[in-house]
T-cell receptor
């Protein structure tokens, strides 16, 4: 899996958009970008994933640059409950299993 | 409710005393796996299973065993726990041929004295 680089921490005001960046400059053409988050030692929670097109769901939006070397997760209206560690993961969708290689992620703190 | 459950949630034990952490999912997922999470090391995969009676090693399998006799259950067995297995453990499950969104259990915090 391609290595990812994320800032260790970020702050965001409640109600504002939180934009979490991720660099994955060595990504290959068949590797997907996944985002998970982990709230205070709970089980990681899937947020969104994409290959090369921007994606949006009820939780967030994922913007992937045209060269696919970086992406941004956008939480449009952050709430206090969005305070968590956010993991950007790049992996190949394969038939031999679903290994997710988690890095250290970004600690997002949403402030009132 | 679709979920992955783990038991126990917290366990303190002593070196060498065999223990089992259970994991069960109600989503009819073929794929299940175990991770451990340690400070500074992130989540690392221990074992995974692609279906009943099919298991394979992940990144850190030493000291662990698993079994998959039924589709819904994937217990993690520590035959002779040691202090370096003190960790936070997560079970996860997913469909096999989908884009592999994994659903994680709530975690088991294990302390081996």
């Amino acid at each position: 899996d391609a290595k990812t680089t994320q800032p260790p921490s970020m702050d965001c005001a409640e109600g504002r958009a939180a934009n979490l960046p991720c660099n994955h400059s060595t990504i290959s053409g068949n590797e997907y970008v996944y985002w998970y988050r982990q709230i205070h030692s709970q089980g990681p929670q899937y947020i969104i994933h994409g290959l090369k097109n921007n994606e949006t769901n009820e939780m967030a939006s994922l913007i992937i640059t045209e060269d696919r070397k970086s992406s941004t997760l956008i939480l449009p209206h952050a709430t206090l409950r969005d305070t968590a560690v956010y993991y950007c993961i790049v992996r190949v969708v394969e038939t031999s299993g679903s290994r997710l290689t988690f890095g250290e992620g970004t600690q997002l703190t949403v402030n009132p | 409710e679709a979920q992955v459950t783990q038991n126990p949630r917290y366990l303190i034990t002593v070196t060498g005393k065999k223990l089992t952490v259970t994991c069960s999912q109600n989503m009819n997922h073929e794929y299940m796996s175990w991770y451990r999470q340690d400070p500074g090391l992130g989540l690392r995969q221990i074992y995974y299973s692609m279906n009943v009676e099919v298991t394979d090693k992940g990144d850190v399998p030493e000291g662990y065993k698993v079994s998959r006799k039924e589709k819904r259950n994937f217990p993690l067995i520590l035959e002779s726990p040691s202090p370096n297995q003190t960790s936070l453990y997560f079970c996860a499950s997913s469909l096999w041929r989908s884009t592999d969104t994994q659903y994680f259990g709530p975690g088991t915090r294990l302390t081996v004295l």
